[in-house]
């Protein structure tokens, strides 16, 4: 399954609202008050946040393949002892200018 990520980063904010509704209508129904609709709330709102960060980093794996970014391939280098902490430095500084 491939997700393009311009349809997931408009499915997030459908997703994210409908988590928050949902979790407000049924923490309406199960306590009244304020302090009870608080704790309802945080209650159902737990596994589908899980969930949902879950599925993201799955996604994001998804979206690149599992293929490695060029500093993680070079962070990988610097730990075995291929490229030294001046190398390792210039990569990484290489790899942030825009």
Do not use: C
């Not at 928050?20 to 709330?41: C, D, K």
């Not at 599925?55 to 293929?67: C, N």
């Amino acid at each position: 399954m491939h997700i393009k990520p311009t349809v997931a980063k408009r499915l997030v904010p459908v997703i994210v609202v409908g988590m928050v509704v949902y979790a407000l209508i049924v923490g309406l129904r199960v306590s009244p008050g304020y302090v009870g609709n608080l704790v309802a709330f945080a209650a159902v709102m737990a596994i589908p946040l899980l969930a949902a960060v879950l599925l993201f980093r799955l996604a994001r794996q998804l979206w690149t393949g599992g293929r490695q970014t060029p500093l993680d391939v070079a962070k990988e280098r610097y730990a075995r002892g291929e490229i030294d902490r001046v190398a390792f430095e210039e990569i990484k500084d290489t790899l942030d200018r825009p």
